[in-house]
């Protein structure tokens, strides 16, 4: 699964194949999460409550992923929680998320996804 050129088709085959929910609650990237001070939560989609991933929640923003095995996450989701009000980086968390991923202890190999990021104050078009 890792060697292959992944593009969106494939990463749904990944994702179908995912680790359990279990799993994904005791690997270390959750477990590092929790330790510290980030909560976390299982996210749930559609009326059937399917698994979709653990989401991250920050004070200023929600980030969900997915382990589809011990080495790889796939970002699905990043989500603002509320407007912008100033100059700082609204993608403060999402890049702290993705330098966490670095650190060797976690095991992770690979990175994917291509979260769409979510806002409450996206500009309507005239």
Partial sequence: MLNEKVNIEKLWDI????LD?????KHPLTTKLLSLGISVES???GKSGSFWGMKCL????????????????VILKYKRLEPR???????????WFVELLTD????LKWVMGAPKPLATDLPTMP
């Fill in 21 to 25: 929910k279990e799993k994904q609650w």
């Fill in 15 to 18: 994702l179908d194949k995912s």
């Fill in 43 to 45: 996210e749930h989609i």
């Fill in 58 to 73: 920050f004070p200023k923003s929600e980030l969900t992923y997915r382990l589809p095995d011990e080495r790889v996450v």
């Fill in 85 to 95: 009000r100033s100059l700082a980086n609204p993608f403060r968390d999402f890049l």
């Fill in 104 to 107: 060797k202890s976690l095991g």
